[in-house]
Each structure stands twice: as C-alpha cells, then as structure tokens.
C-alpha cells in the first residue's frame, strides 16, 4: 500500500521552460514533506522540504507547494536546465519517511 | 568529505550465498537507514537503527538483517540470498532536522 504515489513515470521539458513534479500521499498524518534528486550511479540527494504549517517554499528556481486538503504537494523548476535531468522522489514523513517511485525528468537543451 | 560510504559498489551472488552490504559515516548521526530502490516501487525501508546498540524494521525487512554496534557502521546482512533480492541498495543517515543523506548505492544481483 503506497501512501506516497508519483503517477507519472516520467516527464520531458525544453530548457528554459517550467517543469512540474507532482506527488500525492494518503496518510494525513505526514507533517514533513520533501523531494530528493537522483543522478544514475549516485544516491538520492536533498533538494528542498516543506513543513505542513506552510503551503509554499522556496529555494532559488525550486518552488514546493503544498495542498493539505487535497494531500497533495508538487515541486516546480523555472527556468529548467539541462542539468536537472534525474529523477526525483518525492518523500512524506510521520516520523517514518515514506518515498514516492520518483519521476524522471529530462530537460532538452 | 565522505558523509556515508558503501561497499561494495556492485555484486553478484549465487542464490543461497551469505553477503554483508557495509556502510559507514563520517557525520556523527545517531539515525541509520537501509533502504532499497526498486523500478516502479521507489524506495523502501528495509531496517533503521535510531542510535548505537538498537534497530528496528522498516516495511520490507524479512530476509535482512542489521546490527549498530558503534555510531559510524551499520551493516546489512543477507543470510541466504534469493533472486528477489536483487535491488540496489542505499545506506543513508539522517540529522536532527531529519533530512537523509544517503551514500552512492550497492547494486545487487542474485542469480
């Protein structure tokens, strides 16, 4: 039973445009959301978090928006760059950290 | 800087083989983690370790076992492996704001 779910395997956007990951979750009780960054041959790395009391943050061209009534969060990239390809998990915590399958994205120069 | 390292990188192993998956850091974190990456199912908790001496399981844990003996390592042991177990393989701690770090991946494969 997935709690965390990222329907869309995949997502391919110019360079330069917006790109958006989106990520649902079932358990109402996660309070922590985040998004990790995958390159091939390398761990998960952090990309940017968003506590349950805010609906918005920032970091740079990383905006995480959350929904809580919709259990719903996404992640957008403007403007996107090649260098963004990876693919990206989406992650919600209780306590106990929950990932989506993550969504690969590649961004066409 | 290190942060978390895995050994080994790759391996094959015949069904029925033991194997230690190692992991260690260098950040001092009392929270440990293994975790396996599988297509279409993202990653999963196999066993934690919250501090030095205690472990826990995760939602996938039968057939690995973990020990923490100390703060810096936190192996995982496969008893006797099965094609099921083919996966790759993250170690990953965590600190206190409970963001993971996590080391570069064992890729598995069980024949």
């Known amino acids: 039973d997935q709690q965390v779910k990222q329907n869309s395997p995949s997502l391919s956007v110019q360079e330069g445009r917006i790109s958006i990951l989106n990520c649902d979750y079932t358990?109402?009780?996660?309070?922590?959301f985040l998004w990790y960054k995958k390159y091939p041959a390398e761990g998960p790395t952090f990309l940017i978090s968003?506590?349950?009391?805010?609906d918005k943050n920032e970091d740079g061209r990383f905006t995480v928006f959350l929904n809580k009534s919709a259990k719903h969060l996404s992640l957008h990239i403007v403007p996107s760059q090649p260098g963004d390809s990876a693919v990206y998990f989406c992650?919600?915590?209780?306590?106990?950290?929950?990932f989506g399958a993550g969504t690969r994205l590649t961004v066409k120069p | 800087i290190a942060g978390i390292t895995q050994a080994p990188t790759s391996q094959i192993l015949a069904a029925g083989r033991r194997m230690t998956l190692r992991c260690t850091q260098d950040?001092?974190?009392?929270?440990m983690y293994w975790y396996r990456q599988d297509l279409g199912l993202g990653l999963r908790l196999i066993h934690y370790?919250?501090?030095?001496?205690?472990?826990g399981k995760g939602e996938v844990p039968d057939g690995y076992s973990v020990s923490r003996a100390n703060t810096d390592d936190f192996p995982l042991t496969l008893a006797s492996a099965v094609p099921s177990q083919t996966s790759v393989y993250f170690c990953?701690?965590?600190?206190?704001?409970?963001?993971?770090?996590f080391g570069s991946g064992t890729q598995l494969s069980v024949l």
């Open positions: 990953a701690s965590s600190d206190s704001g409970g963001k993971l770090f």
């Open positions: 358990n109402s009780m996660f309070d922590y």
């Open positions: 968003i506590s349950s009391i805010k």
């Open positions: 992650a919600a915590s209780d306590g106990d950290m929950r």
């Open positions: 950040m001092r974190h009392n929270a």
């Open positions: 370790s919250n501090t030095a001496g205690t472990t």
